[in-house]
């Protein structure tokens, strides 16, 4: 599999949850779940031996001729992407001056049936034992984007939050980061459609990009954001 790489890497230690909105204790954080910003990592093309076989595995595409098949893979090409956001798991806002102690569980990885839609949609097999499964999506998706991915099994794991509440209070906000893997049929940079009358492959590309691919995979890197009455010492603080 090769790709033609359109790229632009954004460093994650640059990309810090989402911030507490005002600066009293308790205020908005109902509007925290509406900032879960995307960024892009990286994103790349399918070059046409690749974006072949990954069209003769789209329903339709199968029953055209070996001709009609290669001239679709040269006008269009598949996107990959590798997209990452902050999801906000738990907020809470407690009086003080109080100890506040809570364990909150978090759950990484994906289903085994992820596994095999992350395995499919970059062209393997999905008969393949789900361990291995699971580390050929990791290797293959992180080589045709160019960036690091790993595709897990799903688990949990426990987080525990331990924090002496000042005088006025104190908000406590549990992120998880994600990855979202996209696959996106498009037209390839400088192609055209061919004339009228338009071959069989035009109408099935439509159907295809109606079926755009957008893959959760929760990650097991979680921060905890806090926020202390203006005055309380500490400001926010990030674990």
């Given at each position: 599999m090769t790709t033609t790489t359109n790229r632009r890497t954004i460093a994650l230690t640059h990309r810090e949850p989402p911030a507490?909105?005002?600066?009293?204790?308790?205020?908005?954080?109902?509007?925290?779940?509406?900032?879960?910003?995307?960024?892009?990592?990286?994103?790349?093309?399918?070059?046409?031996?690749?974006?072949?076989?990954?069209?003769?595995?789209?329903?339709?595409?199968?029953?055209?001729?070996?001709?009609?098949?290669?001239?679709?893979?040269?006008?269009?090409?598949?996107?990959?992407?590798?997209?990452?956001?902050?999801?906000?798991?738990?907020?809470?806002?407690?009086?003080?001056?109080?100890?506040?102690?809570?364990?909150?569980?978090?759950?990484?990885?994906?289903?085994?049936?992820?596994?095999?839609?992350?395995?499919?949609?970059?062209?393997?097999?999905a008969k393949l034992d789900i361990p291995f499964l699971a580390a050929q999506a990791s290797a293959q998706w992180s080589r045709l984007t160019r960036s690091t991915i790993s595709v897990n099994t799903e688990s949990e794991f426990t987080r525990t939050l331990s924090y002496d509440v000042p005088e006025g209070g104190l908000d406590i906000a549990l992120w998880q980061l994600e990855s979202q893997l996209v696959r996106r049929l498009e037209l390839r940079a400088g192609a055209a459609l061919p004339p009228d009358p338009m071959p069989r492959w035009v109408e099935l590309a439509v159907t295809a990009r109606a079926r755009s691919r957008v893959i959760t995979v929760p990650t097991n890197v979680v921060r905890v954001l806090t926020r202390r009455a203006p005055g309380a010492g500490g400001g926010a603080a990030g674990t």
């Open positions: 507490f909105l005002g600066e009293s204790v308790g205020s908005s954080l109902g509007e925290l779940q509406h900032r879960q910003s995307a960024w892009l990592v990286s994103r790349s093309i399918s070059a046409p031996a690749f974006t072949r076989r990954l069209l003769a595995r789209e329903p339709g595409f199968g029953t055209l001729a070996s001709s009609q098949l290669g001239a679709a893979s040269e006008v269009l090409t598949f996107r990959l992407g590798h997209v990452q956001r902050w999801r906000l798991l738990w907020v809470v806002s407690t009086d003080g001056p109080s100890q506040f102690t809570d364990e909150r569980t978090v759950r990484v990885g994906v289903s085994e049936e992820t596994t095999r839609e992350l395995a499919t949609t970059i062209g393997l097999e």
